[in-house]
């Protein structure tokens, strides 16, 4: 027995790990497979399209690695990111920063679904709306009647931090690679571009598919507003969310504004419909090289769209560096990429009543923003708001829409390479100054004119608003009604009588003042009540009666 040690049981070091991780599983796992699947899914249709039009081009400048490091760098570029073009004529390697906003679309939407599916289990488990706690989402979680007392065996709740981080990492996981790879193809990825655009359109995205799984509740912008200022925080969404009400304004307008643009550019190409088929034909004669220019343009047509609608807000956009073309004037520079989208833009020289014409697109939609807005401030049971606060909305809607617009802008253009083409397109604080101008002037007043029409006949008893300083709304202090106030000598008698310290109680003397010169019987108001609120409620500012002389009148 004297060679036997005696050892103290450890446990594993690894087992509490093993043990968070598998109870983190069913979301970060979920997460990070659905994150890796999106990334990989967005890389296979880039690859498939490209492999595509490799096969079918009569003359391949290279094989299926160069356009495989095509199709990575397509990828990169549809997120945002800028590429380096260094097989140039001069040997200077050139960015192409123009990202084509429908390719935008693909990786957004794959991110937006594997969140939202990493966060629901599709069982109708998952989070109440509002109460930040699991438990059954509101609507969800009906099963039917031949189910009733059979346990559910889903799995867990799901949580949002758990859902969102896989998502994330799982498709920054495939996103690196996939750079590295492009590294070696003649369109190379920046890296400091990369770096930037595909985190924040992972995040961005997967956020936003989340907040779609959990119902979209407000909770996560309220702690956001939280840091504002009172009176801020009240002007935008106390007590009458106007936030909301302002965002979907902000978000027809803007709609209006691209929809009026990608009308514009309809009517330029129908304009210019010869040049721009002479430019299609030239550009490639053997039909995959024709094919590969039509998918080009159509993924440049949001593109297109967004520069056609600065062009009617007035800054217009930059072909070249020194080139501006506006609806006052346009000055395009004189050797451009023989795109067929191109053969849209005016001719050089000065405007003309047809381009002047544009205007009428921000006009459209600032007119919308406003009568969003006064529907949204007449559409509550209760009283409409007021004048002042259907303008405060106006301009919270145009801000709002001016930053939309803005970041459409960015994303819209880039350059597309060096010297004259190192700015392309509309610049994009010009643009969204430019909108916060249009919508603020028109949504402003139309939404006043729209409230007062939309309110007409609605002034009865019970649904007026209460009006003055304090300017609250119906659903949250209640309506006064009509009311006819005293006159000054009114007001000096109830004073005098005050003051005098009779025995009678003011409200009961103000019963034969509660009639008006016409003899109709209506109250005062809110300063007539004849006590319902309390003894002198209602003149808590008048002097105070000293307690000696009340004593013997017994008020």
């Given at each position: 027995?004297?060679?036997?040690?005696?050892?103290?049981?450890?446990?594993?070091?690894?087992?509490?790990?093993?043990?968070?991780?598998?109870?983190?599983?069913?979301?970060?796992?979920?997460?990070?497979?659905?994150?890796?699947?999106?990334?990989?899914?967005?890389?296979?249709?880039?690859?498939?399209?490209?492999?595509?039009?490799?096969?079918?081009?009569?003359?391949?400048?290279?094989?299926?690695?160069?356009?495989?490091?095509?199709?990575?760098?397509?990828?990169?570029?549809?997120?945002?990111?800028?590429?380096?073009?260094?097989?140039?004529?001069?040997?200077?390697?050139?960015?192409?920063?123009?990202?084509?906003?429908?390719?935008?679309?693909?990786?957004?939407?794959?991110?937006?679904?594997?969140?939202?599916?990493?966060?629901?289990?599709?069982?109708?488990?998952?989070?109440?709306?509002?109460?930040?706690?699991?438990?059954?989402?509101?609507?969800?979680?009906?099963?039917?009647a031949w189910m009733e007392g059979v346990p559910d065996a889903g799995p867990?709740?799901?949580?949002?931090?758990?859902?969102?981080?896989?998502?994330?990492?799982?498709?920054?996981?495939?996103?690196?690679?996939?750079?590295?790879?492009?590294?070696?193809?003649?369109?190379?990825?920046?890296?400091?571009?990369?770096?930037?655009?595909?985190?924040?359109?992972?995040?961005?995205?997967?956020?936003?598919?989340?907040?779609?799984?959990?119902?979209?509740?407000?909770?996560?912008?309220?702690?956001?507003?939280?840091?504002?200022?009172?009176?801020?925080?009240?002007?935008?969404?106390?007590?009458?969310?106007?936030?909301?009400?302002?965002?979907?304004?902000?978000?027809?307008g803007a709609a209006v504004l691209v929809g009026g643009g990608a009308l514009?550019?309809?009517?330029?190409?129908?304009?210019?419909?010869?040049?721009?088929?002479?430019?299609?034909?030239?550009?490639?004669?053997?039909?995959?090289?024709?094919?590969?220019?039509?998918?080009?343009?159509?993924?440049?047509?949001?593109?297109?769209?967004?520069?056609?609608?600065?062009?009617?807000?007035?800054?217009?956009?930059?072909?070249?560096?020194?080139?501006?073309?506006?609806?006052?004037?346009?000055?395009?520079?004189?050797?451009?990429?023989?795109?067929?989208?191109?053969?849209?833009?005016?001719?050089?020289?000065?405007?003309?009543?047809?381009?002047?014409?544009?205007?009428?697109?921000?006009?459209?939609?600032?007119?919308?923003?406003?009568?969003?807005?006064?529907?949204?401030?007449?559409?509550?049971?209760?009283?409409?708001?007021?004048?002042?606060?259907?303008?405060?909305?106006?301009?919270?809607?145009?801000?709002?829409?001016?930053?939309?617009?803005?970041?459409?802008?960015?994303?819209?253009?880039?350059?597309?390479?060096?010297?004259?083409?190192?700015?392309?397109?509309?610049?994009?604080?010009?643009?969204?100054?430019?909108?916060?101008?249009?919508?603020?002037?028109?949504?402003?007043?139309?939404?006043?004119?729209?409230?007062?029409?939309?309110?007409?006949?609605?002034?009865?008893?019970?649904?007026?608003?209460?009006?003055?300083?304090?300017?609250?709304?119906?659903?949250?202090?209640?309506?006064?009604?009509?009311?006819?106030?005293?006159?000054?000598?009114?007001?000096?008698?109830?004073?005098?009588?005050?003051?005098?310290?009779?025995?009678?109680?003011?409200?009961?003397?103000?019963?034969?003042?509660?009639?008006?010169?016409?003899?109709?019987?209506?109250?005062?108001?809110?300063?007539?009540?004849?006590?319902?609120?309390?003894?002198?409620?209602?003149?808590?500012?008048?002097?105070?009666?000293?307690?000696?002389?009340?004593?013997?009148?017994?008020?």
């Open positions: 027995m004297a060679g036997v040690m005696q050892t103290t049981a450890r446990p594993n070091p690894f087992a509490a790990l093993r043990t968070r991780w598998r109870d983190r599983s069913p979301g970060l796992a979920a997460g990070l497979l659905g994150g890796a699947v999106a990334a990989v899914l967005g890389l296979a249709s880039c690859a498939a399209l490209v492999t595509l039009l490799w096969i079918s081009s009569p003359y391949p400048d290279s094989g299926p690695d160069g356009a495989l490091h095509v199709a990575a760098a397509l990828w990169v570029l549809a997120h945002g990111a800028e590429l380096v073009r260094a097989d140039t004529l001069s040997g200077t390697p050139a960015p192409v920063g123009v990202a084509p906003l429908l390719l935008l679309l693909l990786p957004v939407w794959l991110l937006h679904r594997a969140a939202r599916d990493a966060t629901d289990p599709g069982d109708g488990v998952g989070v109440a709306v509002g109460s930040g706690r699991p438990g059954p989402k509101a609507g969800a979680g009906v099963r039917p867990p709740p799901v949580s949002a931090r758990n859902a969102w981080t896989g998502v994330v990492l799982g498709y920054l996981a495939v996103a690196a690679p996939a750079v590295l790879y492009a590294q070696g193809g003649a369109l190379r990825p920046s890296w400091w571009w990369a770096a930037v655009c595909l985190p924040l359109v992972a995040m961005g995205a997967a956020g936003a598919g989340v907040w779609t799984a959990f119902g979209r509740p407000g909770g996560p912008v309220g702690r956001v507003l939280r840091v504002l200022p009172r009176k801020l925080r009240e002007l935008m969404v106390e007590p009458d969310a106007r936030l909301g009400a302002a965002t979907r304004a902000a978000g027809a514009l550019l309809a009517v330029s190409l129908v304009w210019h419909g010869a040049t721009a088929a002479d430019a299609f034909l030239r550009l490639t004669e053997n039909w995959s090289g024709r094919f590969a220019v039509l998918l080009l343009c159509l993924a440049l047509v949001p593109n297109a769209a967004v520069w056609a609608a600065v062009y009617a807000l007035g800054p217009g956009f930059v072909l070249g560096t020194g080139h501006v073309v506006a609806p006052f004037s346009s000055a395009p520079a004189s050797q451009l990429p023989s795109l067929p989208l191109l053969a849209a833009v005016p001719e050089a020289g000065p405007g003309t009543p047809l381009q002047w014409a544009a205007g009428a697109v921000p006009l459209a939609a600032g007119a919308v923003v406003g009568w969003f807005t006064a529907r949204a401030a007449t559409a509550g049971a209760g009283a409409a708001w007021s004048w002042r606060r259907t303008a405060g909305a106006a301009l919270v809607a145009a801000v709002l829409c001016a930053g939309l617009v803005a970041l459409l802008t960015a994303f819209a253009g880039g350059p597309l390479g060096n010297g004259a083409l190192a700015r392309f397109g509309p610049v994009w604080w010009q643009a969204g100054g430019a909108t916060l101008a249009w919508v603020a002037v028109v949504a402003v007043p139309v939404a006043a004119g729209a409230r007062a029409w939309r309110c007409r006949g609605a002034a009865a008893p019970g649904a007026v608003e209460k009006g003055g300083a304090e300017e609250g709304t119906e659903g949250s202090r209640g309506a006064w009604p009509w009311t006819r106030l005293p006159s000054a000598g009114r007001w000096w008698r109830l004073w005098w009588r005050r003051d005098a310290g009779s025995g009678a109680q003011v409200g009961k003397r103000g019963e034969s003042a509660g009639r008006g010169a016409d003899g109709e019987g209506m109250p005062f108001g809110l300063y007539d009540d004849e006590g319902e609120a309390g003894d002198g409620a209602a003149y808590d500012f008048l002097p105070v009666d000293v307690p000696g002389e009340r004593s013997g009148g017994g008020v």
